[in-house]
């Protein structure tokens, strides 16, 4: 059963950074596809940044670009996400998932396993 754990979330004043880890469990981490999303509450579930199987190719949220770097090292069945320049409106439950597939999605719903989230708090 895969399961993931997110790490690094906390509190931070406008303008810093924080970077998030997801560690995954099995064999076949480097197959999938992962994705970073985030909610806050009233507000429904939202992509965040993705990433494709082998790293190579990533997408990004109009409202983080430029600001949020995702990456992986499947040696370490690890993604992370790297967030600098953080901004109010980035507060929220972090949440990292795998998808169905090895190619890029950002639809939540081709997101198959969750991790239980990491909060994330911007000071202005």
């Known amino acids: 059963q895969v399961q993931l754990v997110e790490s690094g979330g906390g509190l931070v004043q406008a303008g810093g950074s924080l970077r998030l880890s997801c560690a995954a469990s099995?064999?076949?981490?480097?197959?999938?596809?992962m994705g970073w999303f985030r909610q806050a509450p009233g507000k429904e579930r939202d992509v965040v940044a993705a990433i494709n199987w082998s790293g190579g190719i990533t997408y990004y949220a109009d409202s983080v670009k430029g600001r949020f770097t995702i990456s992986r090292d499947n040696a370490k069945n690890t993604v992370y996400l790297q967030m600098n320049s953080l901004k109010p409106e980035d507060t929220a439950v972090y949440y990292c998932?795998?998808?169905?597939?090895?190619?890029?999605?950002?639809?939540?719903?081709?997101?198959?396993?969750w991790g239980q989230g990491t909060q994330v708090t911007v000071s202005s």
């Open positions: 099995g064999r076949t981490f480097s197959t999938y596809a």
């Open positions: 998932a795998r998808a169905q597939t090895s190619v890029l999605v950002t639809n939540r719903f081709q997101y198959v396993y």
